[in-house]
């Protein structure tokens, strides 16, 4: 088994253990774009408690790598959505998961497709 997927599984169990409903062939497109970040324990997790981490995710991957140009309020509150269906006292939130469910909330797949 590749290291790739290993981390797969990692995060497919996850996804179980923490009955999110998610496309896993989104997730696995989403993982192998997060590229060599995966394997950084500290670039695989996003921290919701983290303004500046939040402040990354809304900048960097909805704006950039998704093409949105919605208002900071309206992208802060899917985020914050993503964070709470995850849940607080998950301390460890993969990116890799974290970044699938904001496609599929925001309706932006054919990124990609």
Do not use: W
Request: proline fraction near 1%; charged fraction near 30%; aromatic fraction near 8%.
């Amino acid at each position: 088994m590749s290291k790739r997927d290993e981390k797969l599984a990692l995060y497919n169990n996850f996804v179980k253990e923490h009955n999110i409903a998610l496309d896993t062939t989104l997730l696995e497109k989403v993982t192998i774009g997060l590229g060599p970040s995966i394997y950084n324990k500290n670039s695989e997790l996003v921290s919701c408690g983290k303004e500046s981490e939040l402040a990354t995710v809304r900048e960097r991957f909805l704006k950039v790598k998704l093409g949105l140009d919605d208002s900071d309020e309206l992208l802060d509150s899917a985020i914050n959505e993503v964070c709470q269906a995850i849940g607080s006292s998950v301390k460890n939130k993969y990116r890799a998961v974290f970044y699938a469910m904001l496609v599929e909330k925001l309706n932006k797949q054919e990124v990609y497709a």
